[in-house]
């Protein structure tokens, strides 16, 4: 299993930013996958997931009506839209999926700073 994230980088709060994860070694359309975060002197916490099969999705209350999480199951590829960007979305972003153990990615960071 390889989880690889890109998209990261230095936005103005407001902004808009889209991480992909593009995975391999796994049937991915079979699979929930996660976007995670974590903050500097903090634990890494839940962002969005989303089914493989039926794609339904669901976020973290802090991010609602923000990110949208989606999939694209011919590209192996799982996204993240960030809209409407907060100074307190400063975090390394990872990709995650749960085959027999947890699998994560390396991380993207994403830093909102005027």
């Known amino acids: 299993v390889q989880l690889v994230e890109s998209g990261g980088g230095l936005v103005q709060p407001g902004g808009s930013l889209r991480l992909s994860c593009a995975a391999s070694g796994f049937p991915f359309s079979s699979y929930t996958m996660r976007w995670y975060r974590q903050a500097p002197g903090k634990e890494r916490e839940f962002v969005a997931r989303?089914?493989?099969?039926?794609?339904?999705?669901n976020c973290a209350d802090s991010v609602k009506g923000r990110f949208t999480i989606s999939r694209d199951n011919a590209k192996n590829t799982v996204y993240l839209q960030m809209n409407s960007l907060k100074l307190e979305d400063t975090a390394v972003y990872y990709c995650h999926v749960f085959r027999l153990r947890d699998y994560w990615g390396q991380g993207t960071q994403v830093t909102v700073s005027s």
């Open positions: 989303i089914t493989g099969a039926a794609g339904s999705t």
